[in-house]
């Protein structure tokens, strides 16, 4: 009997494994259809975690936009992104497009690393991992290039002359890469950057002819604007990079010195940012009013200065006499006797530097970029002076001065409240922190403390949003803890207790030298005019 079961168990597992192996495709189709088709909005696909894995399963090419319903930004780009779906429904059906409010999706906003609205990236053939970012690309019209790019050939190959000024006088810009062969690794290096420069045409040629035609006698990679040459860039195998040759193109579609505006502002305040997409973190701005006497010359030193840093210096011009331009006035502390005034700002870092000298010539506009790109420049660091009685009140009043000496210490733990005077948010809180600081004033290694951004350079610490707080813990390591709660006087308790507590439990016992000891260490003092 045992033998018998025993001979029956694989003959029982074989018998089901061939009825489900003889299930027919048309069953199979059946079974799929009664799963719910994914629903569209505008031919694009509505996507969330659910069905997220099931929409990259059932595509070929999928472009997704990530966003925040809110968002204008995101709102603009929508409306561009559903007319590329739509244009491209008949033309290219294994492309789909769909889109994710990623407001409440923080699992898909966390994997994919979404910090920027919109951010829209591309999945092949089902692949969750690494999609392709599409960066900077705005209109309809952009979308469609920049995916014909990536699923076909990016650039266009030309065999004629006749070839060439049609590319060149279609568009206000094109791009055209001048080879001796096409099996190099800078021709490689030219295809990807046309896959992520979709506003202009590329094309390229390995013809003797055409090459001599235009008077080009290595790898060059030349930007035509109008129909003529603005820029020759010689191509050399490991010399330059996608990133490289998209930052010199891109800055074409910019005037060599960009006015400043509203639409900007985010630049500053955002870091991640950069105008209009064109991936230069180093800006450099004249501040100057456009009424002024000697406007004219002073803007026309700056812009020849300007051509010879194109790619490596963003220029931009800000009109002191618009009202609307104060905050970027007050970020980098320019008062009216100041103007003209240049400045150099690393959009990365934050890290500002002032130009020596006071006219503005070519010669010294194009000797202080030189100096910063050579690493020579100095920092410019602005700071309140330290008042008599910053340390009488329960909050403690820090500037750029006394900053670093008074948070970074072994002994104390300091809270930190950043704020903007002008900020209606900052004002509300600033009574709820007097509070904190009342609370804790008791409290021998605790110090609340605050400090004015707009009038304080702190780079030991990176800038986020007002009103924004940070701890730092006691202890002989440098650290630094953001606080993401509620803001009431309740959390910033429970927070500043279980931070005490935590460190409390793994720092090593010793002797505390309390609050007047730190405040009795020598001042490590940074004037507004010393430079560092």
């Not at 590329?84 to 409440?104: C, S």
């Not at 699923?151 to 006088?169: F, K, Y």
């Not at 420069?197 to 235009?214: K, L, N, Q, R, W």
Request: a neutral charge; charged letters at 30%.
């Amino acid at each position: 009997m045992k033998m018998h079961q025993f001979f029956f168990l694989p003959l029982l597992f074989l018998s089901g494994f061939l009825a489900a192996e003889s299930i027919s495709p048309n069953e199979r189709k059946l079974r799929k259809a009664k799963l719910p088709k994914i629903r569209k909005e505008n031919s694009v696909l509505l996507l969330k975690k659910s069905n997220f894995d099931r929409a990259l399963k059932e595509t070929k090419y999928l472009l997704v936009e990530f966003y925040v319903s809110l968002s204008q930004a995101s709102q603009n780009v929508s409306k561009e992104f559903a007319e590329a779906a739509r244009l491209l429904k008949k033309e290219a059906p294994r492309i789909q497009f769909g889109k994710i409010d990623v407001t409440d999706q923080f699992d898909l906003r966390k994997e994919f690393n979404i910090q920027e609205f919109p951010t829209v990236k591309f999945f092949v053939d089902g692949i969750r991992e690494a999609p392709i970012d599409c960066k900077g690309v705005r209109q309809a019209s952009a979308f469609i290039t920049w995916l014909k790019r990536q699923t076909g050939h990016s650039t266009v190959l030309i065999n004629s002359t006749d070839q060439v000024e049609a590319i060149i006088n279609a568009d206000d810009l094109a791009v055209i890469g001048f080879f001796k062969e096409l099996h190099k690794d800078s021709v490689e290096v030219f295809r990807e950057t046309a896959k992520d420069v979709p506003e202009m045409p590329f094309g390229m040629t390995s013809s003797e002819d055409i090459c001599a035609h235009y008077g080009i006698q290595t790898n060059t990679l030349v930007v035509f604007k109008k129909g003529k040459p603005v820029h020759n860039e010689v191509l050399e195998d490991g010399r330059q990079n996608k990133l490289d040759l998209t930052k010199i193109i891109k800055t074409f579609t910019l005037d060599l010195v960009t006015e400043y505006n509203l639409e900007m502002l985010s630049v500053v305040f955002q870091t991640s940012v950069k105008i209009f997409d064109v991936p230069v973190e180093n800006h450099i701005l004249l501040f100057i009013p456009t009424n002024s006497k000697t406007f004219n010359t002073t803007y026309e030193n700056y812009k020849s200065a300007a051509a010879e840093f194109r790619g490596k210096i963003m220029f931009v011009v800000v009109n002191t006499n618009e009202t609307r331009n104060g905050r970027i006035f007050e970020y980098f502390r320019i008062r009216e006797v100041d103007v003209p005034a240049v400045r150099i700002l690393n959009l990365t870092s934050q890290a500002k530097y002032k130009m020596p000298a006071d006219e503005v010539t070519v010669e010294n506009v194009r000797h202080f970029c030189q100096s910063y790109l050579d690493g020579k420049a100095k920092l410019h660091l602005s700071s309140e002076e330290i008042a008599k009685d910053w340390d009488k009140m329960p909050v403690k009043v820090l500037v750029g001065k006394n900053f670093n000496r008074i948070v970074f210490n072994r002994t104390m733990t300091v809270f930190v409240m950043f704020y903007a005077p002008w900020s209606y948010e900052c004002r509300k809180l600033l009574p709820i922190w007097d509070e904190l600081g009342e609370k804790y004033q008791s409290h021998e290694d605790v110090i609340i403390a605050k400090i004015d951004v707009t009038a304080n350079d702190v780079l030991s610490v990176v800038m986020d949003r007002y009103p924004f707080f940070r701890l730092f813990p006691a202890g002989p390591d440098i650290q630094e803890v953001p606080y993401a709660g509620e803001h009431n006087l309740e959390a910033f308790s429970e927070f500043l207790e279980e931070q005490i507590k935590m460190k409390a439990e793994t720092r090593e016992k010793g002797p505390s030298r309390g609050m007047k000891e730190v405040l009795s260490q020598k001042e490590t003092v940074i004037t507004e005019k010393e430079e560092l």
